[in-house]
């Protein structure tokens, strides 16, 4: 646990005190991301390369002896006030299952989580894409097992974190979001295995830029196609099982396989099995282009993946396809792609710092004529992962 007081925003304390009435006693937080390619390639126990960006979610808390839970939501301005014993059934019920489902979860792992009053503050835009909800639930995970004097070991607090989002938010979530959460490093991306969980961090080229674009389009497909999306990805893997042997994932399939076996798929399958296939592979180039410094390979890499998901997975839209456009005809940018499970959300390029005046500006004045909906622009830092401090 960090003990340094510099690392969260001043006013925490005392909105925290304003609505409780006593200073908090731990302040969690834990960083969004962008995922710089490898997207649905997670849960098919494939490698991904996210970064955790400067934008974050604090949670100060502090331990109440009555065994209720407070959670308040700065962000959306409500309050949401259960038992201890409730948590286990407050799911589906909007943000305040994800703070409920780790209460719960920490639980049942026999950590001592009493009552606490928690405040939740955040920089991250919800429901864009950039992952709110796991860093919401790891650094309300961080921050109870500092409360409770307890910890976990990484990869044990990355899965409880996905068990909630699994259980209490009804997403079922790869590994990506939550990882990249706890384990984010300053001025790196980090390559995960998602199959093994080992990490390698990449260092980023501090000449590229990050550059978000909101499609302002609401991602209201996310949760219902997203599960269809991993149902097909096991049902290619199944039909793939009766030519090959020892197919346990599409991690396992390589492109020979699918250009031998592929006809005996059917239609869908194939084009999900096609897009993790080659995403994989374009996840290691882009380790390779990231440490070579190589624009131009890194640029094609990012479109490519964008027209996989496009094409064969199917997870973007016409807003997002607009915005990637939009992005990749602007010089100075090396590529661009929709970035995070998509159906809306955000679009990611990399542009080199004097290409962001130029992005914004055409991003902001032609997105709107083609699609009537207003988008945002954000440059975005390299944040690090979770951390909690003991405040009180
Ligand atoms: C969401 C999920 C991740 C991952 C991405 C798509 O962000 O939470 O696990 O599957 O979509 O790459």
């Not at 006013?11 to 710089?36: K, M, T």
């Not at 126990?45 to 109440?64: N, S």
Request: proline share 5%; charged share 20%; with cysteine.
């Amino acid at each position: 646990m960090d003990d340094s007081s510099s690392l969260f925003p001043h006013d925490l304390p005392d909105q925290f005190g304003a609505r409780f009435g006593r200073p908090p006693e731990v302040i969690a937080s834990a960083p969004g991301r962008v995922n710089l390619i490898g997207e649905h390639t997670d849960y098919n126990e494939g490698f991904v390369l996210p970064v955790a960006i400067d934008r974050r979610t604090w949670v100060a808390m502090a331990a109440r002896e009555d065994g209720r839970l407070h959670f308040r939501s700065e962000t959306t301005n409500e309050d949401v006030e259960i038992g201890l014993q409730d948590a286990d059934h407050h799911r589906r019920k909007g943000w305040s299952s994800y703070p409920a489902g780790i209460v719960a979860l920490l639980r049942q792992q026999g950590v001592p989580v009493g009552g606490m009053d928690v405040l939740i503050s955040s920089t991250v835009p919800l429901g864009t894409g950039l992952s709110s909800s796991a860093a919401l639930e790891v650094s309300m995970a961080t921050g109870t097992l500092a409360l409770a004097g307890s910890s976990l070991p990484s990869q044990e607090l990355v899965r409880l974190c996905q068990r909630a989002e699994w259980d209490w938010a009804g997403v079922q979530c790869g590994i990506m979001d939550q990882t990249i959460a706890v384990s984010g490093k300053s001025r790196a991306a980090l390559l995960i295995d998602c199959r093994t969980l080992d990490t390698e961090t990449v260092p980023l080229d501090p000449s590229l830029q990050l550059v978000v674009c909101d499609t302002g389009m609401p991602r209201t497909l996310a949760t219902s196609e997203y599960n269809k999306r991993r149902g097909e990805c096991d049902q290619a893997v199944r039909e793939l099982g009766r030519h090959a042997a020892g197919l346990t994932s599409l991690r396992d399939v390589t492109q020979e396989q699918l250009s031998l076996f592929g006809r005996h798929l059917s239609e869908t399958p194939l084009r999900r099995a096609r897009h993790v296939v080659t995403e994989n592979e374009r996840v290691l180039q882009a380790v390779d282009a990231l440490w070579l410094r190589d624009h131009r390979s890194l640029g094609k890499l990012l479109g490519a993946s964008h027209a996989s998901l496009r094409d064969d997975y199917q997870v973007s839209c016409a807003e997002l396809d607009v915005m990637v456009a939009i992005c990749q005809s602007v010089p100075g940018v090396c590529g661009a792609r929709m970035t995070g499970a998509g159906f809306g959300g955000c679009a990611l390029a990399l542009a080199t710092p004097g290409a962001v005046g130029a992005l914004t500006e055409a991003v902001m004045s032609r997105y709107p004529q083609h699609t009537g909906r207003t988008p945002s622009v954000v440059t975005c830092t390299v944040g690090d992962g979770t951390r909690a401090v003991r405040v009180g």
